[in-house]
C-alpha cells in the first residue's frame, strides 16, 4: 500500500509532465521549452494526486472488506487510547465470536476523538489473522464519511480538470460543476448550518443552561438568525426563479428561431 501512495503519484506527475510538454513544444514551432517551467506545476500536481490517491487506498480497505471479509456482531467494550499531535486519540476495542466460537477482543482499524460509544453492538468485518477490525456500521462513522466524500470529490474534480488540460481538451465542465456544487450545495449548507448552532444557541440560553453567556452575546446570536432565516429562503428564491428563467429564455429563443425559419 505505502509502494502504491508513492509511485502512482509519481507516475501520474511523470505523464501529465509529458503531456504538458508536448502541447508546449508543439506551440512555440522549434524554439527550446524551458524545463524549469515545470517545476512548479509538477509539485502541485504531485501533491494533489498524491492526496487523492492516497484518499482512494484508504478507502479501498474497508471497501473490500465490506463486499469480501466475514461479517460479525461486536460489542464494544473499552478503549484503547494514544497521543496524536498533542490530542488523545482512542480506538474502540470490540469483543466478538468468531465462526469457531472462539471469543476474540480486536481494535478497530481507525482512532478518533469521539469514538464509538462502549457498550453499542456493530457490524465488523475480520479475517483470521488481521491485526484490527473494520467497522461496517456506515451510520457510527457519518462524519468520517462525509469529510472523506467531500474531499475525494474536490480532488476528483481537480484530477479531472488537470488531465483535460493536458490533453488538450475542452475542461470548462469542470467550472461548471465546481460553481453549482458551491452554489447549490455550499452555501445553502453552511447558512443551514450556522442558523442551526445559533438557534441551538440561543434555545440552550432560554432554558437555563447556558446562564454564563453575556446578553450582548444572545443578542449577535438571535441578530444573525433573524437575518439569515429570510437570507436563505431569498437564495432558494433566487437560484430556483433564476433556473426558471434561463429555461424559459431558451424556449423563447428556439420559437424564435422557428418563425424566422
Not at 160 to 174: C, E, H, P, R, T
Not at 232 to 256: A, D, N, P, Q, V
Request: aromatic share 18%; hydrophobic share 50%; proline share 4%.
Amino acid at each position: 500500500m505505502g509502494k502504491f501512495i508513492l509511485l502512482t503519484p509519481l507516475i501520474f506527475t511523470v505523464f501529465i509532465l509529458f503531456m504538458n510538454y508536448r502541447r508546449k513544444k508543439s506551440r512555440q514551432d522549434g524554439v527550446p521549452v524551458s524545463l524549469a517551467s515545470f517545476i512548479y506545476p509538477g509539485l502541485v500536481v504531485f501533491a494533489v494526486s498524491s492526496l487523492f490517491f492516497g484518499l482512494v487506498s484508504f478507502i479501498s480497505y474497508p471497501v473490500i472488506s465490506f463486499f469480501s471479509s466475514p461479517r460479525y456482531e461486536a460489542r464494544v467494550v473499552e478503549y484503547d487510547s494514544s497521543q496524536s499531535y498533542g490530542d488523545e486519540t482512542k480506538k474502540a476495542v470490540v469483543e466478538f465470536r468468531d465462526q469457531k466460537n472462539q471469543l476474540i477482543k480486536k481494535p478497530l482499524n481507525y482512532g478518533s476523538s469521539h469514538p464509538v460509544e462502549i457498550g453499542r453492538i456493530i457490524t465488523i468485518g475480520y479475517e483470521d489473522g488481521d491485526h484490527s477490525v473494520t467497522n461496517l456500521s456506515f451510520g457510527t462513522q457519518k462524519l468520517i464519511i462525509f469529510i472523506i466524500s467531500l474531499f475525494l470529490f474536490l480532488l476528483g474534480l481537480a484530477m479531472a480538470w488537470i488531465i483535460l488540460y493536458s490533453l488538450g481538451q475542452d475542461y470548462s465542465i469542470i467550472f461548471r460543476i465546481g460553481i453549482g456544487f458551491v452554489m447549490y450545495l455550499v452555501f445553502p449548507a453552511a447558512m443551514l448550518f450556522f442558523i442551526g448552532v445559533m438557534s441551538w444557541v440561543i434555545w440552550e440560553y432560554f432554558q437555563g443552561r447556558r446562564n454564563d453567556m453575556p446578553i450582548w452575546a444572545l443578542g449577535i446570536c438571535s441578530l444573525f438568525v433573524t437575518i439569515l432565516i429570510p437570507a436563505f429562503f431569498g437564495y432558494l428564491k433566487m437560484l430556483f426563479t433564476k433556473e426558471k428563467t434561463i429555461r424559459k429564455k431558451s424556449r423563447f429563443s428556439t420559437f424564435k428561431n422557428r418563425m424566422r425559419k
